[in-house]
């Protein structure tokens, strides 16, 4: 697929282009330069320094003025976009979205808009554990940038190193900041990462810092050779691990819940959204002390189904709905007394698999969730906010009972015998206690 990435020449965005490059084609970058520098959905310490980078990467780099004016700043995006599609041919947008549910559902309504598939390849990681992955991939990365307290001018310029990221640990804990900067505390520029054919080196710079906030503005720099022991890596392939393979670390801790399986949904094995839809789920359950396989949807056996003590269905991009066309391959649903989980597209499946039917219901972004009956997923009845992301929604057949929604477009359902649930909104987002209670079932 031919993808275009939203670039800010920060970290998030650098790596997200990386990840695209391992199974897809990069046609280009898309900058978005604004006119203020508090803009609410775009990078701006070194912007305009993004085209050495895109030299460096050997990627062509498309441009675009903006006002930076919150929410008309989006037209400006939307108007890039088009202009990438038409001249690169791009089929998808990828971001660097981490935790910014702001920015991450504008850019998927845009996309939506524009029939783009939309990739957030590092959506909803652990933050601490991606800075630490930085590192450990050899990227060179420095802080461009400091927006609010505890941070002071030492920071502006500093190299990103494991010190930092450990003082960034400490930061998190006391003030409850975003340590990748995702809350717009720090921004970040990239000098150097596995992939680029060239490194950067900054021969000008200069400083600006008062009340916490400040700007570190590269002046002049250039391209220069990278040690010849670097040429292996331009590959972004070598040395990583397929998407799937952390699923099957012998490290793990196995918790007395058993192990649950992950089936991934999406229309292609370690495809982009992979990472987006699966990952999350899987560090929330791994991290609370559970044991997660994953296995594509094509490759759930009986005997897989049987070494598992609960299933949870992932869900998928907005355009991707390959799943709906092997319904048959889900037969193993009814028969399964386990607890079952589906969300978003795996609600939908477990619907269909009962004889409900799959219905439009387009939704982007936080919305309220009425949970109108208890159960032992969503506890008593109560308004919850839960992140959307789909188009379509299942309507009950008369075996699933309704929890939260309506009859005719279910938010979340429970069957009436057998632990199988249904939930069309995200936990992994916004509420992780869903997949931690599902887990304890």
Same mark, same amino acid.
């Given at each position: 697929?031919?993808?275009?990435?939203?670039?800010?020449?920060?970290?998030?965005?650098?790596?997200?282009?990386?990840?695209?490059?391992?199974?897809?084609?990069?046609?280009?970058?898309?900058?978005?330069?604004?006119?203020?520098?508090?803009?609410?959905?775009?990078?701006?310490?070194?912007?305009?320094?993004?085209?050495?980078?895109?030299?460096?990467?050997?990627?062509?780099?498309?441009?675009?003025?903006?006002?930076?004016?919150? *929410? /008309?700043?989006?037209?400006?995006?939307?108007? $890039?976009? !088009? #202009?990438?599609?038409?001249?690169?041919? =791009?089929?998808?947008?990828?971001?660097?979205?981490?935790?910014?549910?702001?920015?991450?559902?504008?850019?998927?309504?845009?996309?939506?808009?524009?029939?783009?598939?939309?990739?957030?390849?590092?959506?909803?990681?652990?933050?601490?554990?991606?800075?630490?992955?930085?590192?450990?991939?050899?990227?060179?990365?420095?802080?461009?940038?400091?927006?609010?307290?505890?941070?002071?001018?030492?920071?502006?310029?500093?190299?990103?190193?494991?010190?930092?990221?450990?003082?960034?640990?400490?930061?998190?804990?006391?003030?409850?900041?975003?340590?990748?900067?995702?809350?717009?505390?720090?921004?970040?520029?990239?000098?150097?990462?596995?992939?680029?054919?060239?490194?950067?080196?900054?021969?000008?710079?200069?400083?600006?810092?008062?009340?916490?906030?400040?700007?570190?503005?590269? *002046? /002049?720099?250039?391209?220069?050779?990278?040690? $010849?022991? !670097? #040429?292996?890596?331009?590959?972004?392939? =070598?040395?990583?691990?397929?998407?799937?393979?952390?699923?099957?670390?012998?490290?793990?801790?196995?918790?007395?819940?058993?192990?649950?399986?992950?089936?991934?949904?999406?229309?292609?094995?370690?495809?982009?959204?992979?990472?987006?839809?699966?990952?999350?789920?899987?560090?929330?359950?791994?991290?609370?002390?559970?044991?997660?396989?994953?296995?594509?949807?094509?490759?759930?056996?009986?005997?897989?189904?049987?070494?598992?003590?609960?299933?949870?269905?992932?869900?998928?991009?907005?355009?991707?709905?390959?799943?709906?066309?092997?319904?048959?391959?889900?037969?193993?649903?009814?028969?399964?007394?386990?607890?079952?989980?589906?969300?978003?597209?795996?609600?939908?499946?477990?619907?269909?698999?009962?004889?409900?039917?799959?219905?439009?219901?387009?939704?982007?972004?936080? *919305? /309220?969730?009425?949970?109108?009956?208890?159960?032992?997923?969503?506890?008593?009845?109560?308004?919850?906010?839960?992140?959307?992301?789909?188009?379509?929604?299942?309507?009950?057949?008369?075996?699933?009972?309704?929890?939260?929604?309506?009859?005719?477009?279910?938010?979340?359902?429970?069957?009436?015998?057998?632990?199988?649930?249904?939930?069309?909104?995200?936990?992994?987002?916004?509420?992780?206690?869903?997949?931690?209670?599902?887990?304890?079932?």
């Amino acid at each position: 697929m031919k993808l275009g990435v939203l670039f800010s020449g920060g970290k998030d965005s650098v790596f997200a282009c990386r990840r695209a490059m391992e199974r897809n084609e990069v046609a280009c970058l898309i900058t978005l330069v604004s006119e203020n520098p508090d803009s609410y959905m775009f990078h701006t310490p070194n912007v305009r320094r993004t085209d050495l980078q895109a030299k460096a990467m050997g990627i062509p780099l498309l441009t675009w003025p903006t006002h930076g004016i919150k *929410e /008309e700043e989006l037209s400006d995006l939307a108007e $890039a976009i !088009s #202009a990438a599609r038409e001249r690169y041919g =791009i089929q998808g947008i990828v971001t660097g979205a981490i935790e910014s549910v702001y920015q991450a559902a504008r850019v998927q309504r845009i996309c939506r808009d524009q029939d783009l598939w939309c990739y957030n390849p590092i959506w909803q990681t652990n933050q601490i554990d991606y800075l630490r992955g930085l590192l450990r991939e050899d990227f060179s990365i420095i802080i461009s940038g400091v927006y609010a307290y505890p941070f002071d001018a030492s920071w502006l310029g500093a190299e990103l190193t494991e010190e930092r990221i450990q003082m960034l640990e400490k930061l998190e804990k006391k003030y409850r900041i975003n340590p990748s900067g995702e809350g717009g505390e720090l921004e970040t520029f990239v000098l150097d990462a596995p992939f680029f054919q060239k490194r950067i080196e900054i021969l000008k710079a200069s400083e600006s810092y008062a009340n916490y906030r400040g700007q570190f503005v590269i *002046e /002049e720099m250039r391209l220069v050779e990278k040690p $010849a022991e !670097s #040429a292996s890596t331009k590959s972004p392939q =070598i040395g990583r691990k397929k998407p799937g393979d952390e699923g099957h670390d012998s490290k793990k801790v196995v918790h007395s819940g058993g192990c649950i399986l992950l089936v991934d949904l999406c229309f292609e094995k370690y495809c982009l959204s992979h990472y987006e839809f699966v990952h999350p789920i899987r560090d929330t359950l791994q991290h609370a002390g559970f044991f997660c396989d994953i296995l594509h949807y094509t490759e759930v056996t009986s005997q897989a189904l049987a070494s598992c003590d609960k299933i949870i269905l992932c869900g998928t991009a907005l355009l991707d709905n390959e799943y709906a066309k092997h319904l048959e391959l889900f037969s193993w649903i009814k028969e399964s007394k386990k607890p079952i989980l589906g969300i978003c597209a795996g609600m939908q499946v477990i619907g269909a698999v009962y004889g409900g039917s799959i219905v439009q219901s387009p939704a982007i972004g936080l *919305e /309220e969730i009425e949970i109108v009956r208890a159960s032992p997923l969503l506890g008593e009845p109560r308004r919850i906010e839960g992140y959307h992301l789909h188009n379509y929604a299942a309507a009950l057949p008369q075996e699933l009972s309704l929890l939260a929604g309506k009859t005719d477009t279910a938010l979340a359902f429970q069957h009436a015998v057998h632990p199988t649930y249904g939930i069309i909104f995200h936990p992994e987002v916004r509420n992780r206690w869903i997949l931690e209670r599902f887990a304890n079932l």
